[in-house]
């Protein structure tokens, strides 16, 4: 079944692990205890990071030495190992995407086709400013191929990363901007089934904000194809506390209830000191599942939404990028290169590094300086509280504190 | 004693806060930065760590694949003449299953890192380290 068949079926929010192990009978026992989890979850088989840098020798040496590795090394095991290790989710109709961190996916695309499996996600940009070195054109053509094979597949689903850029610190309008951006790259490039991902950040008022802005652009820019959106549990630092991690999971099952996504990548307890375990997921997944299902169950939210711009501001983005070329890849190559688009704290070459996100007072992301992207520019921020590093970490800690601190 | 630091992640590891946080850090304390970024090839460090002559190369990595990617990368800089003696760290999370294990941190030390951080390291450490480091014309050289 595909994901979009799954996510239709029964209405209640469906979530998903990131879950990735070396050993094929390992992560084979991952993708059952999830088919099997008391929750509506697709699985999910996270590749290695030496496989995301095409690095299949190291992979490789890391398998002979028995190094485990922290995903599963699709380019390294034999398709018939993966076919064998996905068989039974097939048979049972539980979808299973992989999620690879690529920024030149196409030798893992091809590996997926030999494997038949067909949903995946990342992006040209979501893939390859925050997570590597390729060049940000070289990322564009690579991807456009592998956006062609990929929509040959039956069931295709294709999701952006692109809500989730450097996971914290960037302003929701421009998240916002990119997913829908690498959504409309993929339809350009054959993909008829799409999702767009929006992470938890650090209000949850400018969250459903940012979500329904996404709702409002993905309606007009997607109406021909199938699409929903994906939220992803808070991708910063997370709470040390078991009961601050629950709260901050919890916190999002709800928000993805109440801003309209019908997916929920989740994180779990263990994830600020390793990677989790099986079991660990699958707890996770299942007090998301509840947290969600009580949400539904309740009263529909009756709080107003506030508009403080995220809306106008990736609206503008969007028009802003669509301007520069009818060829979406090559829009969002002049895009980075003009500093049309341009994210906070991304080191890649081909970021103009001119813009930064800062928190405000009250605990909502908004820009200190946005660089040449049409956007208002913001008042003077003044001194920092204290030193640039201090202030960086302490913004980067902030929802750690807040939800460690409610628990103590 | 304004010092020049190369800082770098590993081969695999794709974050960049850690290093967005140790370059505002490193330069609070007056030093210059060369911040390399994320995914870093061995064959680049080297190259980089050769073209700048750095007082102290640091590699910060939190994917859990330090150990292997650092021994690898340790070992390809200490092979230049050049670099035998320029002190080089590696700090973050080490390992896929928390702190690493301590035959494996002497085994990165054994194989040429002047220091191992894990995650219960604070800034101060590293402050400490590099206030520590004293200056020759080839690169900065450790005082233990």
Redesign the interface.
Known sequence: MTISEFIAQDGVLVVQPRMGFSDPDLMRRGLLAVAQASARAVATITLD??T??N?VP?AAV?LRDG????GYPILNHPPSVTRAMVEPLVAAGIPVQVRH?SALPLEIFAALAECGLAATEGGPVSYCL????VPLPQAVDNWARACDLLARAPGAHLESFGGCM???LCPPSLLVAISVLEAMFFRQHGLRSVSLSYAQQTDRRQDMEAMDAMHRIAAVELSDVDWHIVLYAYMGVFPRTRSGALDLLGDAAELAVHGGADRLIVKTPAEA???PTIEENISAMEYAAAVADEVARGDPKTERLVDTGVYAEARTLVDAVLDLSPDIGRALRLAFARGVLDVP?????DNAGLSRGVLDDSGRLRWSRVGRMPLPRPPDPGPGRS???AD??SA?SYVERKYDRATL | MKRLVLLSSVSSDAHTWNLVYLQLLIEELGHDVVNLGACVPDGLLVESALRHGPDLVVLSTVNGHGYGDGKRVITALRAQQALRNTPVVIGGKLGVAGPLEPERVDELRAAGFDAVFGTDAGAEELRRFIGDLVPTSAGGELVT
Do not use: M
Not at chain 1, 67 to 70: A, D, K, R, S, T
Not at chain 1, 345 to 349: M, R, S, W
């Open positions: 990071s030496y995301r840098v690095d190291a890391a190094v485990p590795l922290n961190g925050p997570y590597s070195r450097l996971g914290q000191f390793r990677i704290y991304c080191l890649h070459p030193t640039p590093s960086l970490l980067l």
